[in-house]
């Protein structure tokens, strides 16, 4: 399966940084900000994530959360969020499957591809972008989306 606009987003079950198991289906309700990214602290992971940490409070008024998932260990996640002060989750998918499962390919045959995804509270992939390389484009294009989708 992969996750594509209007269809149900796969439901999953991982580790954050802190060795917590968090399920998407468990964030139903809600407006959900999903985003792949290929590694902890590289320049382009680091700015993209600082990003959404400094939008961090515009996605929360939103009513929307952001979780975002590498290949990384849950140590490299947690040392990675406390490095950069990330006040959101850091999913653990050491094995791939959840990306796999997502349909985000590679880069270039190379790098895990970087795609973000805006679920929203009935879990239906409303958004998704792809931009290996304009990282920080991810955290307007999904506001944006949020804001038109949410009741003022």
Do not use: N
Not at 10 to 34: C, E, I, K, M
Not at 50 to 59: G, K, V
Request: proline share 6%; charged share 25%; net charge negative.
């Amino acid at each position: 399966m992969t996750a594509t606009v209007g269809q149900t987003a796969p439901d999953f079950t991982l580790p954050d940084q802190d060795g917590t198991t968090v399920s998407l289906s468990s964030l139903r309700g809600g407006w959900v900000v999903v985003y792949f990214y290929p590694k902890d602290d590289t320049p382009g992971c680091t700015k993209e994530s600082c990003s959404f940490r400094d939008s961090f409070e515009e996605f929360t008024d939103a009513g929307a959360k952001v979780i975002g998932i590498s290949s990384d260990s849950v140590e490299s996640h947690k040392a990675f969020a406390e490095k950069h002060h990330l006040p959101f989750t850091l999913l653990a998918d050491t094995d791939g499957s959840v990306r796999k499962e997502f349909g985000t390919g590679k880069t270039l045959g190379l790098l895990p591809g970087r795609v973000t995804y805006v679920i929203d509270p009935e879990g239906v992939v409303r958004h998704k972008f792809s931009s290996q390389f304009k990282p920080t484009s991810h955290i307007a294009e999904a506001l944006d989306v949020i804001r038109a989708g949410s009741p003022a």
